[in-house]
């Protein structure tokens, strides 16, 4: 590494970058070594809003490095630390940094795209105007957005961790992604992508039921439910030895060039 900044075939890390003065409010830039397309991704990863690390996903920055993607990981604060909705201000930080830094590295546009937890972010970055407002953005700025096996609907808080995070049971109802979009929609376009077999955060009534609200006020919507990938392997299946259990890459992929 020289300088932060770590080379490969493909693609150079610019590492430890810091979008804030939080202690977590750091994220790693993955930059293609072709040209970029002109979106750019950033992304947020899972672990109920409690748990996880952007190192634990290299395979992500690296997999979209590769697809001529500038994509930038973030790591965000974390429950009992951070709680609703201080993850959600840090995603928006992130957001705010990116957004000033792509056309350095040739890209102009950003997509936020988040796996679990880190989809229920990008949703309600992109479906409730507050976060982005904070940080002098809009939804409307945004090139779309894509949610690998979300929770988009989850009140009742059933699991002690998530019951924390959203300080159950006093969980307004305007924290739920499912909620803005059944009452205001979104003209962003998304890409929604789940498992059928997840068995920790339900396709239909998350994915399935999210996408029904946003095709009612008609955005520009694509959904796709596989087998053979759970709630965990369905991101996994970004990563080389994963790639043969379904297609997530490639729909991302496509999804993101054509915005």
Not at 171 to 196: C, E
Not at 244 to 253: C, D, E, K, N
């Amino acid at each position: 590494m020289i300088n932060g900044l770590v080379p490969s075939d493909t693609h150079t890390v610019l590492a430890a970058q810091r979008y804030g003065a939080g202690e977590r409010q750091l994220l790693d830039v993955y930059l293609p070594l072709a040209q970029p397309a002109r979106t750019a991704v950033l992304f947020f990863y899972g672990g109920s809003w409690s748990s996880g690390d952007r190192a634990d996903y290299t395979f992500v920055g690296e997999a979209l490095a590769a697809q001529g993607f500038v994509t930038l990981v973030a790591d965000y604060g974390l429950s009992p630390v951070v709680r609703y909705p201080g993850f959600l201000e840090d995603c928006a930080e992130a957001a705010r940094w990116a957004w000033a830094a792509l056309p350095q590295w040739g890209a102009d546009r950003l997509c936020l795209v988040g796996h679990s937890a880190g989809a229920y972010n990008a949703a309600m970055l992109a479906l409730d105007s507050r976060w982005l407002a904070r940080v002098g953005r809009s939804p409307e700025e945004l090139a779309g957005w894509a949610g690998l096996a979300g929770p988009y609907d989850f009140l009742p808080i059933g699991l002690p961790a998530v019951q924390t995070a959203f300080g159950w049971p006093d969980t307004p109802i305007d924290s739920q992604p499912l909620y803005h979009a059944q009452r205001v929609g979104s003209d962003v376009p998304a890409l929604l992508l789940a498992a059928r077999e997840d068995d920790l955060v339900s396709p239909r009534r998350n994915t399935l039921a999210l996408a029904s609200a946003l095709r009612a006020h008609g955005t520009p919507l694509n959904v796709e439910v596989f087998d053979r990938v759970g709630h965990a392997t369905l991101v996994g299946a970004m990563a080389r030895p994963l790639r043969h259990l379904a297609p997530v890459l490639p729909r991302l992929a496509e999804f993101i060039g054509r915005l």
